[in-house]
T-cell receptor
């Protein structure tokens, strides 16, 4: 069983469209994250949720709206897609309050905006 | 966030040991040293972490300098499957609202030759 799963794996869309990426974790963790990896391979945090509450929002445009219906899911909705949104988006999860606090990552969603 | 410095790339031969260095001269007393790696077309995965003492696990060993201003990730026998980008990351013990972001640098791209 995949611990952190994202769908879809690939997403190709036109500029201006709205799209969503889904993430689910079956590890029982209370914290989930979205990271973005751009074409230069830099990985950067976008959001984190703890127990469905937004904790980190790293100056991401308002067009990006994370939604956490429960602790096991964190979806990312993107409005009015732009060329610069093309990247690989990674979801991750971890358990807070644990010294190790290892983050487990999904396989990524490669978004291409044409 | 405290910063780390790693070589951009390193090469190794299969079945030989690999020593991946990381400098973190501004490390604070509450910073753990974490290592993650990212295999091609996959999400990052946790490798090992430590605070002051050297650490071993099934994947690797972590040697931490006495002054904690540098550390070395040791892969005892590199395999082709170890070819990846290795990230050295400092993480504060004090969490913020239950979640911590990982701040990724450029990492070291390890090439393993057959």
């Amino acid at each position: 069983d995949t611990a952190v799963s994202q769908t879809p794996k690939y997403l190709v869309t036109q500029m201006g469209n709205d799209k969503s990426i889904k993430c689910e974790q079956n590890l029982g963790h209370d914290t989930m994250y979205w990271y973005k990896q751009d074409s230069k391979k830099f990985l950067k945090i976008m959001f984190s949720y703890n127990n469905k509450e937004l904790i980190i929002n790293e100056t991401v445009p308002n067009r990006f709206s994370p939604k956490s219906p429960d602790k096991a899911h964190l979806n990312l909705h993107i409005n009015s897609l732009e060329l610069g949104d093309s990247a690989v988006y990674f979801c991750a999860s971890s358990q807070s309050g644990v010294a190790k606090n290892i983050q487990y990552f999904g396989a990524g969603t490669r978004l291409s905006v044409l | 966030d405290a910063k780390t410095t790693q070589p951009n790339s390193m090469e190794s031969n299969e079945e030989e040991p690999v020593h991946l260095p990381c400098n973190h001269s501004t490390i604070s007393g509450t910073d753990y040293i974490h290592w993650y790696r990212q295999l091609p077309s996959q999400g990052p995965e946790y490798v090992i972490h430590g605070l002051t003492s050297n650490v071993n696990n099934r994947m690797a060993s972590l040697a931490i300098a006495e002054d904690r201003k540098s550390s070395t990730l040791i892969l005892h026998r590199a395999t082709l499957r170890d070819a990846a980008v290795y990230y050295c990351i400092l993480r504060d013990l004090v969490t913020q609202g239950g979640s911590e972001k990982l701040v990724f640098g450029k990492g070291t791209k390890l090439t393993v030759n057959p």
